[in-house]
Each structure stands twice: as structure tokens, then as C-alpha cells.
């Protein structure tokens, strides 16, 4: 899934040159969550150092996150404070 985000998504991006990027980040793919794509902690800041680097080269940094999901408590404390560090370029 990872890799298809960078090999699918940064190529028509690039090509489309949009104003801004919209990312829902979701995190039912997170393993064993009830969307399970066996994505890990390390994948989601994977993914997020990407779609920053993506907003940052095409559209000087304009990028919309909006945040969804919500089952599962634990992997919301554990996934979204490390994204907003990495957004936030603290990380």
C-alpha cells in the first residue's frame, strides 16, 4: 500500500500540478485494524514524510489533511501524534 501511495499517487501529482493536496488519513489499514492492509506505525510516518515532500515540491507546501477513523482509540494515540510531528516538521 506504501509503495503504491509513492509509485501511483507522486507521478499524477507531479503531472496534474494541483494547488493543493487532500489527504484523508484513515487509519483502518493500520494492522489489525477492521481494514487491515498490515500497515505499520513505521508505514503511516512513511507516508506521511511522502505526502509532505509531495506538498512541498508541487504546491509549496499546501497540504489538507483531514483526519478520519476512529474505532479503534489505541491506534488513534498511538498514529496521529507522530503524523502531526511530522507535519509540523518536528519530527
Known sequence: ???KVR???GPRVADFKPDLIFWYFG???HKGAYGSLGLSKARFSHI???MRQTADEVTDGRLEVVLGGGSRTDLATALIPPI???LADTA
Open 1 to 3: 500500500y506504501a509503495n
Open 84 to 86: 502531526i510531528e511530522v
Open 48 to 50: 506521511a514524510h511522502f
Open 7 to 9: 509509485e501511483e499517487f
Open 27 to 29: 487509519f483502518a489499514t
